[in-house]
């Protein structure tokens, strides 16, 4: 399947900027919002029932969890910036060909063209 290729020097790199610095911002708020919810279980029983517990402890692995994925989108975010401020945004780390338009908007932050993508994930 052939996908539609644009050059960078096509692309409107203030638009995908301020789309990047965008999500990078709702990241950073969220990160500061669920920072509780990552705090140490208090084992004390006489507080805190054992289902509660384990319910406490189970939210507290998800909060991390979540924190860690979003630690590693907003890698992929100051990436992406950096290749716009570098000149090489919108091409394949791989293969150095132009990413298709769709697969930016649809991932501002995406760092390869489809078909290296699917090559990796064999």
């Known amino acids: 399947m052939i996908y539609p290729c644009l050059m960078t020097d096509e692309l409107d790199l203030e638009h995908f900027r301020g789309r990047l610095l965008a999500r990078r911002d709702e990241l950073q708020a969220l990160q500061s919002m669920s920072s509780g919810s990552r705090d140490a279980v208090e084992l004390d029983q006489t ?12 939210q507290q692995q998800m909060a991390l969890a979540s924190q860690r994925q979003r630690e590693e989108e907003l890698v992929r975010i ?9 000149g090489s945004y919108g091409e394949c780390l791989i293969c150095e060909e132009p990413i298709a338009i769709k697969r930016l908007e649809f991932d ?3 760092a390869t063209c489809v078909t290296c993508a699917a090559q990796r994930s064999r």
């Open 47 to 58: 507080s805190v029932g054992r289902v509660s517990r384990i319910d406490a402890i189970q």
């Open 108 to 110: 501002p932050a995406i």
């Open 78 to 86: 100051d990436a992406a910036l950096q290749r716009i401020e570098d």
